[in-house]
């Protein structure tokens, strides 16, 4: 299934926020779970991209270049669907997911990372 433009780019701006965010490992228990920081991953993003609207509409002003304004309306339909998708309370399934991520984590992140996930499992359950 191919995901429209203006969504990818909503779940690549999502991403960067989400993968900077700390989570807890669990998918939807505690206040750093991956599912609570996924919503505030949607909320940052939101947050930036008005800013970045807002600040194209004052060059718009002093330029009025057609493709600052072809900006401003492809990042307001990305805004819609970012809108849709907290709405919605929405899942991203995998097959959603971006194919290119800047994102990426040294073995030893990624160790680091599993190790205190299952560090917080077997306190949980002590």
Do not use: W
């Not at 600040?55 to 990305?78: A, C, G, Q, W």
């Not at 097959?95 to 073995?107: A, C, T």
């Amino acid at each position: 299934m191919e995901i429209d433009q203006y969504r990818r780019v909503a779940l690549e701006i999502i991403h960067e926020y989400y993968y900077a965010l700390p989570n807890n490992g669990y998918l939807n228990h505690g206040l750093m779970s991956c599912d609570r920081r996924y919503k505030e991953g949607i909320q940052c993003a939101l947050i930036g991209l008005k800013r970045l609207m807002l600040t194209l509409e004052f060059i718009l002003i002093e330029s009025n270049d057609p493709r600052i304004m072809s900006r401003i309306n492809f990042y307001d339909k990305v805004q819609d669907e970012l809108y849709k998708m907290q709405a919605d309370n929405s899942k991203v399934t995998l097959n959603e997911l971006p194919e290119v991520f800047d994102y990426k984590l040294s073995e030893e992140e990624a160790v680091a990372y599993f190790e205190q996930a299952e560090k917080n499992k077997n306190n949980e359950q002590q």
